[in-house]
Structure formats: C-alpha cells, structure tokens
C-alpha cells in the first residue's frame, strides 16, 4: 500500500471512531439501588462473589474507563445488561433464572468469563477461592428455592 492511500484508511479509521462515538448506547451506566442480597453462606462467599461476579451480576457495577469508549461501550453494556437480567445479587426479591446454575457454571469455566478475568485481574481467584466460592453459592443459591417465584420461601 502506497503512503498516500494509508494516508486516507488511516484517516477513515480515525473519522469512523469519532463517529461511532456518537451512538448512545452503551453509556448508560446506571447502578440502581441495592434492593437485596441472598443471605450469604459466609462473609468470604460475598467477597468472592463481589470480587468475580458483581461487575455484571450486580447493581454494584465499576465501569473501566474502555466503558465509556465505543465500540468496547456497546459490549460492556451488553454484558452487564444481560448478566443483571439473567442473575442480580441486588434485586434478590425477583426471581433470579440464573442463579441454580450459577455454582455450575463457575466449576466449569464458564463464569467469569476468560475476557472478564483477563482485564479484571482482581477476579482471577485462586484454586481454594475458586472452590470456596463454588461451595458457597451451591449453599446460598442453591436450586433457586427461597427466591421470590421458584416456590420457596416469598
């Protein structure tokens, strides 16, 4: 590629980015109040949890400064948005459709995800913390009973 035509992409590249900049979505970084928590097994679960988990399951979320930045804004919104849907340690009193497969989905891999914990490294828990938070949300969350709408205890 001559230097006149990497000239103008580069040019292009940079117009697009100020562009898209413009797009709403993704910087409604709203944290709604904290209506309830599950009764926690343990104090150290809940640090566990804050530490791997309340970025995107939680009304407690930190927005990195890449948040505020698209295109990175419309993922992280994203996440956060159907994280919160799916399982919210905040709003414990609504049904939680997530949270009986949450302990699974942690001994598998699947939760944090391996993006999440390569730019978060605080969510990188060791082995013991790893298991203890998988033995903790199994206690906590259990099968989801005693969440509003799964028949345990309204």
Request: with cysteine; charged share 20%; proline share 8%.
């Amino acid at each position: 590629m001559s230097g006149k035509r990497f000239t103008r992409v580069a040019i292009g590249v940079g117009a697009m980015f100020i562009v898209i900049q413009l797009v709403p979505y993704g910087r409604s970084h709203a944290n709604p109040p904290v209506r309830s928590e599950p009764a926690w097994s343990a104090p150290d679960i809940r640090v566990f949890a804050a530490r791997a988990c309340f970025d995107c399951h939680s009304n407690e979320t930190r927005w990195p400064w890449y948040s505020h930045v698209a295109p990175m804004s419309w993922l992280v919104q994203r996440d956060v948005e159907e994280g919160r849907r799916v399982l919210n340690f905040s709003e414990w009193n609504r049904p939680q459709p997530g949270a009986a497969e949450s302990a699974e989905e942690t001994a598998e891999g699947d939760m944090p995800p391996a993006t999440y914990s390569w730019l978060h490294s605080e969510a990188r828990l060791s082995a013991v913390e790893r298991e203890g938070l998988i033995l903790g949300l199994k206690a906590t969350l259990g099968s989801g009973k005693g969440q509003p709408g799964h028949g345990g205890d309204d």
